[in-house]
């Protein structure tokens, strides 16, 4: 069965303190592994886009990689600003209707 | 303008009313979406139009009706919602590359619109 496993489920942070959050899936024949960034009562912002083993993304403070088992979302010394729930997303290749979701890593970055 | 418009911001709505939820956008994309999405949950795909016909409609009860009047608009018709619906409504559009692929990934999505239903 496809599935997206988002780790740590809650990450607490002081300002400047680097860490990384995980996504690892479960699909068969992954089409792209995408990452959203959420606010509290906001829509999902889109992140980056990632479709082949050894891609990286990079945007400000955040980079996203990926290997065949799972992608990493590092966050380099981090803001408060950077606080927000992340949400990983996959596309397979047997249902390419709609993005399978994992549960989200909520993030707090403390001043 | 890259915003997806969603209308109202929050709806509060009796068991026995009808009401309806607007979308808009100015991207030009061809593929529209409605999600639900309940407290620490991901969102959960409703509806997803592709050139303004109805392409998905995940097993949704049809107390929830979906309209799409032309290629910027998008609307959800309630009526005899149930507690149990009240959660964020969200809107989302993407571009097609083909008329029958879409970039099915790379959603932009409104701010929602906060259902209660009492």
């Known amino acids: 069965e496809d599935q997206v496993t988002q780790s740590p489920e809650a990450l607490r942070l002081q300002e400047g303190e680097s860490s990384s959050l995980n996504c690892s899936y479960t699909?068969?024949?992954?089409?792209?592994l995408f990452w959203y960034r959420q606010d509290p009562g906001k829509g999902p912002e889109f992140l980056f886009t990632?479709?082949?083993?050894?891609e990286e993304k990079e945007k400000e403070r955040l980079k996203a990689t990926l290997t065949k088992k799972e992608s990493f979302l590092h966050i380099t010394a981090p803001k408060p600003e950077d606080s927000a729930t992340y949400l990983c997303?996959?596309?397979?290749?047997?249902?390419?209707?709609?993005?399978?979701w994992g549960l989200g890593t909520s993030l707090a970055v403390n001043p | 303008d890259t915003e997806v418009t969603q209308t109202p911001k929050h709806l509060v709505m009796g068991m026995t009313n009808k009401k309806s939820l607007k979308c808009e956008q100015h991207?030009?994309?061809?593929?529209m979406y409605w999600y639900k999405q309940k407290a620490k949950k991901p969102p959960e795909l409703m509806f997803v139009?592709?050139?303004?016909?109805?392409?998905i409609n995940e097993s949704v009860p049809s107390r929830f009706s979906p309209e799409c009047p032309n290629s910027s608009l998008l609307n959800l018709h309630l009526h005899a919602l149930q507690p149990e619906d009240s959660a964020l409504y969200l809107c989302?559009?993407?571009?097609?590359?083909?008329?029958?692929?879409?970039?099915?990934?790379?959603?932009?999505f409104g701010s929602g619109t906060q259902l209660s239903v009492l």
């Open positions: 699909v068969s024949g992954l089409r792209g």
């Open positions: 989302a559009s993407s571009q097609k590359t083909t008329p029958g692929r879409a970039l099915i990934g790379k959603l932009f």
């Open positions: 991207m030009g994309h061809r593929a």
């Open positions: 990632l479709y082949s083993a050894g």
């Open positions: 139009y592709s050139y303004e016909k109805l392409s």
């Open positions: 997303a996959v596309s397979n290749a047997g249902n390419n209707r709609k993005l399978i």
